[in-house]
């Protein structure tokens, strides 16, 4: 197990142009290389532990995968191989529930597993819909938990409403929508992160909104190959922005970062608390792409209960913002927290009551009292993006992280980002 140690920092002034690729569209980008019969080209693949299991995956599917120059080149197989052995998906949950989606329409047997945290992630708000329309789908505790067992088939088009807002669910239920033989149609309570739609279209499926839903017209052909440079994850990135509106007399200046709307509302939160934040668009072609310039400013404090599926990714970094601001900050309706990568309420609350903050859990959320930090050793409990929050909380009065290895799985280059604010070191620890 690796500990992060990190010193409180001093006021900085950065241009960041090496912010991890987004793990969302990377995880995409080889699964959506599938559906087409001719080579794709991917620049700037996230190389992290995660993604890199998913290219693993479609390799072990039949794709022959070539890296020149730093261009991914995907090449699909004729026909998806079944495989002889287990597909590991790692941590990502991304992963095992788009690949649920996509192969359960698939002729072929596949079992899908990961590892001891996705063991324990429900999936089956992606298996149940999709047994109703004739997949064939088994794991522990009644298709719920992984390992999961599918065995392709012919499944029937759906119109189908999701209880929750999840790019995750939505996904696979559009990906298993594109081998039926009518339209399908989907509709979620708020607009969850649309990358899935953009780039499905951008291939050339049928997919538009009609009267608050999602029309899915099946693909009489193969989709056209993708083509694309992957932006810089604004998940990611949210993190030395975070650091910037915190640390007095501090500015970031985060360069090539995927704009998308769904994806950078932790942003206009921190603007909302009166964070000086700048937006400069540089590309629209499959996303909107630019530079985000982020200067500290006193914050103040928020309440947050809408378009929360926007932000799961950002909460626990915003929360470090929470606890520096005057007043007392709230979440509500977050109940999705508690299923990620760790119980994100409860590690939140937890980690931020060793360094001193008041702060109330609640079963969909909590309340979080601006306060002083002190120096502590904190847990990641093997989620990444608890990990790095609370190494960017660090920054305020030093401290320790505990089992920071998880910063792997989508951030390798995170430390090294970080040294250019503070002493950073990362020590082994038995």
Wanted: charged share 25%; aromatic share 6%; with cysteine.
């Amino acid at each position: 197990m690796s500990i992060l140690k990190i010193e409180k920092a001093e006021a900085f002034n950065e241009v960041i142009t090496d912010i991890a690729a987004d793990k969302s569209i990377s995880h995409r980008c080889a699964i959506f290389s599938l559906l087409s019969d001719k080579t794709s080209f991917i620049r700037n693949y996230l190389q992290a532990e995660d993604t890199l299991c998913t290219l693993n995956i479609i390799k072990a599917l039949g794709a022959k995968i070539e890296n020149e120059n730093s261009i991914l080149r995907i090449t699909p197989p004729t026909k998806i191989t079944e495989p002889s052995l287990i597909l590991d998906c790692g941590n990502s949950g991304t992963a095992m529930r788009l690949l649920i989606g996509l192969l359960s329409s698939t002729e072929g047997f596949f079992v899908l597993h990961g590892d001891k945290y996705l063991a324990n992630r429900p999936m089956k708000r992606i298996t149940t819909p999709l047994k109703k329309i004739g997949a064939n789908i088994d794991g522990r505790q009644n298709s719920d938990l992984s390992p999961i067992c599918i065995r392709g088939a012919k499944l029937k088009p759906f119109d189908y409403k999701s209880p929750i807002a999840s790019a995750q669910v939505k996904s696979a239920l559009i990906l298993s929508a594109l081998n039926t033989n009518a339209p399908s149609f989907f509709a979620e309570p708020e607009l969850s992160r649309d990358h899935t739609e953009r780039m499905l279209k951008g291939m050339g499926v049928d997919i538009e909104y009609k009267n608050d839903k999602i029309a899915i017209n099946p693909p009489k052909k193969p989709l056209h190959p993708l083509d694309i440079t992957v932006p810089a994850d604004p998940s990611s990135a949210f993190f030395f922005a975070v650091a910037a509106a915190i640390i007095p007399n501090s500015r970031v200046i985060l360069k090539n970062i995927l704009l998308n709307k769904t994806r950078i509302e932790a942003f206009k939160i921190l603007q909302r608390m009166g964070t000086q934040i700048e937006f400069v668009q540089k590309d629209d072609k499959y996303e909107s792409i630019g530079d985000i310039t982020v200067r500290y400013a006193p914050l103040k404090a928020v309440k947050i209960s809408e378009n929360i599926s926007w932000l799961i990714d950002e909460l626990p970094a915003l929360s470090i913002a929470f606890a520096c601001a005057s007043g007392i900050s709230s979440v509500r309706n977050a109940k999705e927290l508690r299923i990620k990568e760790s119980d994100r309420i409860s590690t939140i609350v937890k980690n931020l009551k060793l360094c001193g903050i008041n702060v109330t859990e609640l079963e969909d959320g909590y309340d979080i009292e601006g306060g002083t930090f002190k120096n502590a050793v904190f847990n990641s409990f093997g989620d990444h993006r608890i990990a790095m929050s609370f190494a960017i909380a660090s920054l305020l009065c030093g401290g320790v992280v505990e089992d920071a290895d998880c910063i792997d799985t989508s951030f390798p280059n995170f430390t090294n980002i970080l040294k250019k604010i503070s002493v950073a070191e990362s020590l082994q620890w038995r």
